[in-house]
């Protein structure tokens, strides 16, 4: 199948006061269409970064990013960005924030609100259309952000640690809501997540990352069968699937350490 | 449920109950010191006069003295003025906030006017506007225009970056991101800021008028300072209060209604 998006040999560097520093190196994979991506790696490996890239906040250094064979020199609403930090407009109820993406592409006045209801429904917001988001809890501020970055269609979504701040249980259902508007929609998705089992549960493909400047370390085809249902982490491809995924993490946020190895991490992993 | 409401807006209202009750004791502590001081002789009238003197006094001033006419000179110079620095320092801070080659270019310009002293711009101000009314704005102007364009550049220089990302995400252009993030994310501070202001504008009163003027609260407590009537040099000052307490009560108010989503608060 055609790629959807292609990272070509991408570099990042940083300038900042005068310091160089490079945050992506090398670093190259492409996502079929319809493809769900996760990509995790060590902390601080250029995550964010490569998000940045896609999204066209910034361009690389060296190297290029295609989207439809097209290189992506500025941010457009053919991509739609879910980001960590909670997002929605504080002076905006929840329907006027979903709205927000449509006026900014000049959607027609009449249909925003039709369409805005519609993913109100979808993300299970149904109720809290003139709240604002001061009232809302962590998990209903992401299904607002969701919401209005799915109703300008994306062609791609691209989402960076959305639900790292949430806790276990709201984590769970956002999971399981983001499969099932995938499963609808059938979006390409571009998931950065720092969490080895999110990243397992989600995605068709996993992208390993190295430690900063990162690359891609491996690529990790998931093949366990969907619908996903909590049971396959007790399943043993799974763990293989996990442990292999972890070693690779470790392993990378070892060479940026600087103390000595831990000792429960050196009996697992070297 | 409702009845977690009704309990909830009875704990509401007593807060409430207590903070006016609080903000009474605190006057009424500051009255029982006053009243300790001078009844009992301590001071001496000419210096501090007793309640009783300062509230004979004010009667005085407004039943025989035209008080009221002196309130609302003042009212007018320091709304006028006032409204005038905002109409300019609002667009100015927000074009600061936002780009670095105008802070660049007026920046330092109003950082500088901002350290001399609005009293310095007396002489100046009869010379170019003569000794009427727009003489007084003009103080309230120099002393409320450069501090506020600074706090207004401030507010918009705080406007959250993540907002501003997802805005551009949709491939929103500069001014897009401008009119639908920048300016009604700033809003809320821009209005604190001229709340601020307009407090220390009132602290311009006496300034203002210190010099040729007819009318106003701070000619009056000049006045009293030249036939030592002590008694209304504290009923200007109180009156001034007042009006200042006024003042940021209906900006509090209004900040209420006008941002109801804002989890501005107290922090405990
Ligand atoms: N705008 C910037 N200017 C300078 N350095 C930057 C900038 N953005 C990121 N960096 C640096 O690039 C490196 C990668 O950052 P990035 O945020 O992409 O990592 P990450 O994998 O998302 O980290 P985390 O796990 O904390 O989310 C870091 O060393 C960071 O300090
Ligand atoms: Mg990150």
Redesign the pocket.
């Known amino acids: 199948m055609k790629a959807k998006l292609e990272v070509k040999n991408v570099y ?1 560097v ?3 006061r005068n310091k160089e ?1 490079p ?2 190196s090398d670093m190259s994979f492409s996502i079929r269409e319809k493809e769900f991506v996760s990509v995790v ?12 890239l896609v999204a066209g906040f ?1 361009a690389p250094t060296k190297g290029e990013i295609l989207l439809n064979d097209k290189r992506i020199m500025y941010p457009g609403a053919d991509r739609g960005v879910v980001f ?1 930090k909670y997002t929605s407009f504080p002076w905006l109820t929840v329907l006027d924030n979903i709205k927000f993406g449509l006026k900014i592409i000049n959607f027609p006045h009449k249909e925003r609100e039709k369409i805005a209801k519609e993913y109100v429904k979808i993300v299970g917001l149904n109720g809290f259309e003139n709240e604002y988001p001061k009232n809302l809890s962590g998990g209903m501020q992401q299904r607002v952000a969701l919401a209005r970055t799915l109703a300008t269609n994306p062609d791609i979504l691209l989402m ?2 959305p639900f790292g701040a949430l806790d276990t249980q709201t984590r769970r259902f956002m999971q399981d809501l983001l499969l099932q508007i995938w499963k609808k929609t059938r979006k390409t998705i571009l998931f ?1 997540t ?1 969490d080895v089992d999110e990243a397992l549960f989600m995605a068709d493909k996993v992208l390993v ?1 190295s430690t ?3 690359h891609i370390k491996d690529i990790v085809d998931v093949g366990l069968e969907r619908p996903r249902n909590l049971k396959i982490e007790f399943s043993n491809k799974y763990i293989k699937l996990k442990e292999h995924i972890q070693k690779i993490i470790t392993k990378e946020s070892l060479k940026s350490l600087n103390e000595p190895i831990p000792e429960t991490i050196k009996q697992l992993y070297q | 449920m409702h009845r977690h409401r009704k309990l909830h807006l009875y704990f509401e209202k007593e807060r409430k109950t207590r903070f006016i009750l609080f903000g009474i004791l605190g006057f009424v502590i500051l009255v029982a010191i006053w009243s300790l001081i001078t009844y009992t002789g301590l001071v001496k009238p000419l210096f501090l006069p007793t309640p009783t003197a300062v509230l004979e006094g004010t009667i005085d001033l407004f039943v025989n003295q035209n008080f009221m006419n002196d309130i609302i000179a003042s009212i007018y110079r320091i709304f006028a003025g006032f409204v005038i620095a905002a109409v300019i320092a609002i667009p100015l801070g927000i074009v600061i906030g936002i780009s670095k080659t105008s802070e660049a270019f007026v920046g330092p310009v109003v950082s500088f006017v901002r350290y001399m002293p609005a009293a310095a711009f007396i002489p100046l101000a009869i010379l170019w506007l003569g000794i009427g009314d727009v003489e007084k704005m003009f103080i309230i102007f120099i002393g409320t225009f450069p501090y506020l364009t600074l706090l207004v550049a401030d507010v918009v220089m705080n406007v959250d970056r993540n907002h501003i990302n997802v805005a551009r995400s949709f491939g929103a252009k500069n001014k897009t991101i401008i009119k639908e993030v920048v300016i009604p994310s700033s809003l809320p501070g821009i209005w604190d800021s001229l709340r601020i202001m307009a407090g220390i504008g009132w602290t311009y009163i006496i300034v203002a008028e210190l010099v040729a003027a007819s009318s106003g609260i701070g000619h009056v407590i000049i006045e009293a300072q030249r036939y030592l009537l002590t008694s209304n040099i504290i009923t200007g000052l109180i009156v001034i209060g007042i009006l200042g307490l006024i003042t940021d009560l209906i900006f509090r108010y209004s900040y209420k209604r006008f941002f109801p989503y804002s989890i501005k608060g107290k922090i405990l």
Do not use: W
């Not at chain 1, 490996?45 to 998000?51: A, N, R, S």
């Open positions: 990042k940083f300038l900042s520093t945050a992506l790696g060590p902390s601080g490996c250029g995550k964010t970064t490569l998000i940045n910034y960590q960076d640690e950065v720092h990352m900063r400047p990162g």
